[in-house]
């Protein structure tokens, strides 16, 4: 049997010889400042005290998101939250842009695939999908699967039950979404499609924005601005970062016509109706003694009549950073229909407008 080859190997060849370094201790780049007692407890107490308002900023923005019953609200960190939600996340974040007056950043980022809300002070929202829980579904989506769920064997009638009146709608086969066909200044959310097509705009029962103005009336608020601005009622700043800055903020009021294109837009009347209710998944709904399906609502609007002083429109124009609207003309300034109970004190109400 021939005797094993026997071979020697080097185990440091091949590996890099370590550079010894000439110090174990680092070079200040620059000559210390030693703060006396006084001076750091000085800068400590500012750190604390900007932390401080930074959470409460977030902090009062997370209350508003609860409020507005949107889901599941995570503070991240002061400039960062999370909402966890079971509906459609790009739908979820425009309309959050829309009611606490931020930009719906479409672009994918790090944060999220679907883009965030920006606020102006920099607060931004994320929507999360949230897979174990339903419950946040969009609130039309919910009202038409109960309707689909109750003409399920036939056509039903259908009885929408405000407090101030009722919607009834006769012979319902289907109910269809619709909420994404926004053209022409159409409102309806879904229709039931029955003896006639019977459109239904929703809104939530803490809503405070009818929509979004920049465009429908943002010629009207430029006109606004320009006055009060040349009278000398109203600052308009150009600040450094390129953006104008209004102090106070407007408001003014709509014509008849005007305010019946934001309640029911071009669709809802004359067979329609705006229908306000958050809806859950625990929604009931009960059959009358004629064999009406009734479903509660907290209000019913097919008429300017039913507009009341909460809900009753009002063009708001506003700072907003991250707003350039072309027709308004004013960038960092932004035009919003809301409810005339979401204008305070701190508003200047202008009622000359030609």
């Not at 703060?35 to 930074?54: I, P, T, W, Y």
């Not at 909402?83 to 999220?112: C, H, M, Q």
């Not at 946040?136 to 009202?143: A, D, R």
């Not at 067979?271 to 019913?300: M, Q, R, Y």
Request: hydrophobic share 40%.
């Amino acid at each position: 049997m021939a005797k094993p080859v026997e071979r020697k190997y080097d185990i440091s060849k091949g590996k890099k010889k370590k550079k010894k370094s000439g110090s174990f201790i680092a070079r200040v780049p620059h000559t210390p400042i030693m703060l006396d007692k006084d001076e750091l407890f000085k800068r400590v107490k500012n750190l604390l005290l900007a932390e401080k308002s930074f959470n409460s900023e977030v902090l009062e923005v997370a209350e508003r998101l609860k409020a507005l019953n949107v889901g599941s609200v995570v503070v991240k960190n002061s400039r960062l939250i999370h909402i966890k939600t079971g509906e459609n996340r790009v739908k979820l974040l425009k309309f959050l842009a829309d009611e606490l007056d931020g930009v719906y950043i479409d672009t994918p980022s790090g944060v999220s695939s679907v883009g965030y809300v920006k606020l102006d002070n920099n607060i931004r929202l994320v929507a999360k999908p949230n897979k174990e829980h339903s419950a946040g579904v969009l609130n039309e989506k919910i009202l038409a699967d109960k309707i689909n769920e109750l003409c399920a064997n036939g056509p039903v009638n259908v009885r929408f039950v405000g407090k101030n009146k009722t919607f009834s709608c006769v012979g319902v086969k289907n109910c269809v979404l619709t909420g994404t066909d926004t053209k022409n200044r159409r409102k309806a959310d879904l229709v039931l499609q029955g003896n006639l097509d019977y459109p239904v705009s929703l809104k939530k029962d803490n809503a405070e924005t009818w929509e979004s103005a920049d465009d429908y009336m943002g010629a009207k608020a430029r006109r606004v601005v320009d006055e009060l601005v040349e009278k000398g009622v109203v600052e308009l700043e150009l600040t450094d970062k390129g953006v104008y800055r209004l102090k106070p903020n407007v408001a003014f009021l709509p014509t008849e016509e005007e305010k019946r294109d934001v309640v029911f837009g071009s669709d809802i009347l004359p067979n329609g109706a705006v229908v306000v209710k958050s809806f859950d998944l625990d929604t009931t709904v009960s059959v009358d003694d004629e064999g009406w399906f009734e479903i509660p609502v907290t209000k019913v609007i097919t008429s300017l009549d039913d507009v009341d002083d909460h809900d009753d429109v009002a063009f708001l124009i506003r700072n907003n950073a991250s707003r350039n609207s072309k027709k308004l003309g004013y960038r960092g300034l932004r035009v919003l229909a809301v409810y005339k109970s979401r204008l305070n004190k701190n508003i200047l109400i202008y009622d000359n407008v030609v």
